[in-house]
């Protein structure tokens, strides 16, 4: 018999083909989907807990994220018959003119893990197409943009980006949350960014805190 707390440790140890046994056991055991993902978010959350500890460091918590990710890759179909929604939505992508995306993958998969939808735009995003992309989405509820730069020469285009909600009238109904290697809470502050996280894990937490779901 599968149990959540075998697929929780597995997914800590980043076993990514056990992870993905034990799923498809709980399934055939009749084990609703939500519990089995529950499993799977707790898993994740100690693997967030350990990293911001500095008890694990990145290459661990990708590990351990893959293996998430092949246990929802077996589970999303049944999630989506039994009409369980996720918990929320994060637009997310790097700024135009920055092309690093393993912190943001990071984020990806650790907000994935939470239960949380995540709409990834990929690197190099334009203000307009955070725009474009929140505007097709925000009748479905989203309502969070979080945004990564690693360079100092494209912080700015997290500024043009909140600036260009506020000129089109979509400031109001938005939340911005930042984060990347130079970007600082009083940068944050700064530009009227809602806010802000130095690390993947704490990515997580801020959004969940931001959307009312911590």
């Known amino acids: 018999m599968a149990s959540l707390t075998q697929i929780s440790d597995a997914l800590q140890q980043g076993k990514a083909q056990d992870v993905v046994s034990l799923v498809q ?5 009749g084990t609703p989907p ?4 529950q499993g799977l978010i707790a898993g994740m959350s100690v693997v967030g807990d350990k990293f911001k500890r500095s008890e694990i ?5 990708l590990i351990a994220a893959r293996a998430m990710q092949a246990g929802l890759g077996v589970l999303e179909p049944r999630l989506v018959a039994a009409g369980v929604k996720p918990v929320a939505e994060v637009l997310l992508g790097t ?3 920055d092309l690093h995306d393993i912190g943001k993958n990071l984020v990806s998969m650790m907000l994935r893990g939470a239960g949380i939808k995540v709409h ?5 995003v334009s203000p307009e197409r955070f725009l474009a992309e929140y505007r097709d989405r925000k009748g479905s509820g989203l309502r969070l943009v979080a ?3 690693l360079l100092t020469t494209t912080m700015q285009m997290m500024k043009r980006t909140i600036d260009l909600f506020a000129r089109e009238g979509e400031r109001d109904g938005a939340l911005f949350l930042i ?4 970007v600082t809470r009083a940068y944050a ?12 894990a704490s990515a997580v937490d801020a959004a969940k805190r931001l959307l009312g779901i911590a």
């Open 25 to 29: 056991a709980a399934i055939a055991e």
């Open 34 to 37: 939500a519990e089995i993902l």
């Open 57 to 61: 460091y990145v290459p661990e918590v």
């Open 95 to 97: 700024v135009k003119g």
């Open 120 to 124: 990834d735009l990929g690197i190099d």
């Open 147 to 149: 945004m990564s730069a």
């Open 179 to 182: 984060g990347g290697a130079p």
């Open 189 to 200: 502050d700064e530009i009227g960014a809602d806010g802000y996280a130095p690390d993947a």
